[in-house]
């Protein structure tokens, strides 16, 4: 089970990213990054539905 914290909440409303991407980005992910520096994984998906820009999920 995932665990999202504020700052992940307060950016859904302050850049209108909708639940759904970040469900779908981090379920079927175009690419994913892993970084071993910080230990964190970041998950990456072209939204068509918001002018095919980029979403960046990252999960520590």
């Known amino acids: 089970m995932l665990i999202f914290s504020k ?3 307060e950016m859904l409303i302050i850049r209108g990213i909708q639940l759904e ?3 779908q980005t981090i379920n079927f992910p175009d690419l994913v990054e ?3 520096n ?3 994984v970041h998950y ?3 939204i ?3 002018e095919n820009r980029w979403l960046r ?3 520590q």
Request: a neutral charge; glycine letters at 0%.
């Open 48 to 50: 068509a539905a918001n």
């Open 38 to 40: 910080d230990a964190t």
């Open 21 to 23: 991407w970040v469900e």
């Open 57 to 59: 999920v990252v999960k």
């Open 44 to 46: 990456l998906k072209k």
């Open 7 to 9: 700052h992940f909440h």
């Open 34 to 36: 892993l970084y071993d």
